[in-house]
T-cell receptor, first 116, second 115 residues
Framework: AQSVAQPEDQVNVAEGNPLTVKCTYSVSGNPYLFWYVQYPNRGLQFLLK????DNLVKGSYGFEAEFNKSQTSFHLKKPSALVSDSALYFCAVRDGRMDSNYQLVWGAGTKLIIKP | NAGVMQNPRHLVRRRGQEARLRCSPM?????VYWYRQLPEEGLKFMVYLQKENIIDESGMPKERFSAEFPKEGPSILRIQQVVRGDSAAYFC?????????????FGPGTRLTVT
């Protein structure tokens, strides 16, 4: 069965500093990994995904994520945080096998707070 | 290209009433997913539909909840005889395909409050 863990309920970062939001996963086949962001009272917005290829994936708003197969991790990063990055971030995984369950499995979310 | 649309954005119902939530997927998308989100929690999968078919409703309570995605018109999530525990944000997402590599696109959600 697939699972996703976001070990930190909340991450606090000063504006201008680098940020990392952690995600680890468990899946039987090849992992398809996704990051979404949710601003208050809004729906989720897709940030980036890893399907195959380069381990470093670049996405929207200057975010990137690094796929690490040996550590089964897909941490979200940004070199310099902005106050406007403050939001709730969700990691999700899907088994990439074509005959697998198509469901996305979601982490519990990490609240990112960027302080001026 | 309009995104995923959901209405109403906010819905207040008294206990025992029916709640009907609507979702119009992005143009060209024929796959719809419904999720429920409780405050300070992640998303819980409820149901996956294609046009005129329920593919997976394993996340939906067996009683009072139903969903449809007709050939014409929006997808509907219906909750009968609502109870206070149904209060939550309900999100709809759509994708153009079931292929695992496709991301899902989310609507703004319907916030249901049961009084």
């Amino acid at each position: 069965a697939q699972s996703v863990a976001q070990p930190e309920d909340q991450v606090n970062v000063a504006e201008g500093n680098p940020l990392t939001v952690k995600c680890t996963y468990s899946v039987s086949g090849n992992p398809y990994l996704f990051w979404y962001v949710q601003y208050p009272n809004r729906g989720l917005q897709f940030l980036l995904k890893y399907i195959t290829g380069d381990n470093l994936v670049k996405g929207s708003y200057g975010f990137e994520a690094e796929f690490n197969k040996s550590q089964t991790s897909f941490h979200l990063k940004k070199p310099s945080a902005l106050v406007s990055d403050s939001a709730l971030y969700f990691c999700a995984v899907r088994d990439g096998r074509m005959d697998s369950n198509y469901q996305l499995v979601w982490g519990a979310g990490t609240k990112l707070i960027i302080k001026p | 290209n309009a995104g995923v649309m959901q209405n109403p954005r906010h819905l207040v119902r008294r206990r025992g009433q029916e709640a009907r939530l609507r979702c119009s997927p992005m143009k060209g998308h024929s796959h719809v997913y419904w999720y429920r989100q409780l405050p300070e929690e992640g998303l819980k999968f409820m149901v996956y539909l294609q046009k005129e078919n329920i593919i997976d409703e394993s996340g939906m309570p067996k009683e009072r909840f139903s969903a449809e995605f007709p050939k014409e018109g929006p997808s509907i999530l219906r909750i009968q005889q609502v109870v206070r525990g149904d209060s939550a944000a309900y999100f709809c997402a759509s994708s153009p395909s079931w292929t695992p590599s496709y991301e899902q696109y989310f609507g703004p959600g319907t916030r249901l409050t049961v009084t």
